[in-house]
């Protein structure tokens, strides 16, 4: 049986387009099966529920040698991932937003050594260190004064060289006389 390859460019020219591991695939999908049931529970409604419902989503993780992630907790708890987010922010005055706050803070972390082991690609981390956990790229701009109100000269260029401005006022008296002359 042939399969055909999805022509790539980039990124994706690196990787197959067809996960080969079939170990590995029923690794996941069992997890998200346990996942899916672990929050089939409902929401918790306390502070200890939440806690004891985010260490079982963790130890599920370790057990299936898998990595946990934001949108597996949300998962877990029965919140959708933007729930997660605004609940992490704050905009819900929740018992547990402490508590849901710090378990993202152990994820981003965990990332964070994969990361920095080259465990998981730059560009993953980036992307979700960006969405996940409100990470941004700055840019630092340094404004500097110039207080003698003269323009640095930056191409190099011999400034005495260089012929001078006309005058303004020489300027408009010579249009006037052109428009004059014209009348």
Partial sequence: MTEKLIKQR????????????????????????????????????????MENRIDQYFELCQKAQLNPTVEGLAMAID???????EISKGTFNLPFMDTVKKAKDFIANYD???????????????????????????????????????????TGAILENLPEAPDI???AEVVESKIAASE
Avoid: H, W
């Fill in 10 to 49: 980039g990124i994706g020219a690196m990787q197959n387009n067809v996960i080969q591991d079939g170990e590995f695939v029923a690794k996941a999908l069992r997890l998200n099966i346990d996942i899916r049931n672990l929050g089939k529970a409902g929401k918790p409604k306390t502070v200890p529920e």
């Fill in 79 to 85: 919140y959708d991932r933007r729930s997660l987010f």
């Fill in 112 to 154: 964070s050594i994969l990361a920095t082991s080259n465990k998981i690609n730059s560009a993953v981390y980036c992307f979700r260190a960006k969405n996940f956990y409100q990470m941004k790229d700055t840019v630092q701009v340094e404004a500097v004064s110039n207080q003698s109100g003269d323009v640095p000269n930056q």
């Fill in 169 to 171: 006022e020489v300027k």
